[in-house]
């Protein structure tokens, strides 16, 4: 995993902590590539971002979104400690979604469940669900109308004993999954560690 080089024990502390999201477990349907992460908001970052798509067909996707680890030893107040935890996840789904007045609460608790089965606790979290309906016009009609929903959150990685980026990596892969409408995996089946690009 990539950083900004600054050197010193903090550059060490990060560098052993994102090592850790490389063990992540991710279901096959999720592809992860680093990309570049942001310079200016903390001295550390990396970034990953995601694509879901069948196994049987690379083509089509069913979710994409970013992972975004932020380091800052001077503990930024609206952060809560010295670690932040950025996301992002879009999916399309199904036009009559488009009316749900729960769906923002439904898609909030996606993050929230997912974060709890897989053990990552999070503090001072902070986001927004968001719907996207588009109708086709002219050319475009054919399209008829489609419906997207876009979570967008934030969290501080709570932290006991070290850090474990890993579990927040595959809390959000979950939750990826599920905006995708991947069924659960069963009781007992494991995901293997995540297909990297």
């Known amino acids: ?30 592809r992860l590539t680093e990309v570049p992460a942001p ?4 001295p550390y970052s990396v970034a990953l971002t995601a694509d879901v798509a069948r196994v049987t067909d690379d083509d089509d996707e069913l979710a994409s979104g970013r992972f975004v680890v932020l380091h800052d ?5 609206a952060w809560g400690g010295a670690w932040r935890i950025v996301t992002f996840a879009r999916a399309e789904l199904e036009p009559e979604m488009a009316n749900d007045p729960m769906l923002g609460d439904v898609g909030w608790s996606w993050l929230t469940d997912s974060l709890h089965s897989c053990g990552a606790r999070a503090v001072a979290e902070a986001g ?8 086709g016009y002219g050319g475009l009609a054919e399209n008829g109308t489609t419906v997207e929903m876009e979570v967008r959150a ?3 990685p709570a932290i006991s004993v070290g850090i474990n980026l890993r579990t ?7 939750m990826l ?12 089946v494991i995901a293997l560690p995540g297909q990297r690009r």
């Not at 310079?39 to 903390?42: H, L, Q, Y």
């Not at 927040?168 to 979950?174: D, I, K, V």
């Open 168 to 174: 927040h990596l595959e809390a959000w892969g979950t």
């Open 39 to 42: 310079t200016r908001i903390a």
């Open 73 to 77: 030893p001077s503990e930024p107040e």
């Open 128 to 135: 927004t669900v968001t719907r996207v309906v588009s109708q």
């Open 1 to 30: 995993m990539g950083t900004r080089n600054l050197g010193g024990d903090a550059a060490t502390e990060f560098q052993r902590a994102t090592s850790d999201m490389a063990a992540a477990r991710m279901r096959p349907e999720v």
């Open 154 to 156: 934030s969290w501080t």
């Open 177 to 188: 999954c599920t905006i995708a409408g991947l069924p659960p995996l069963p009781d007992g």
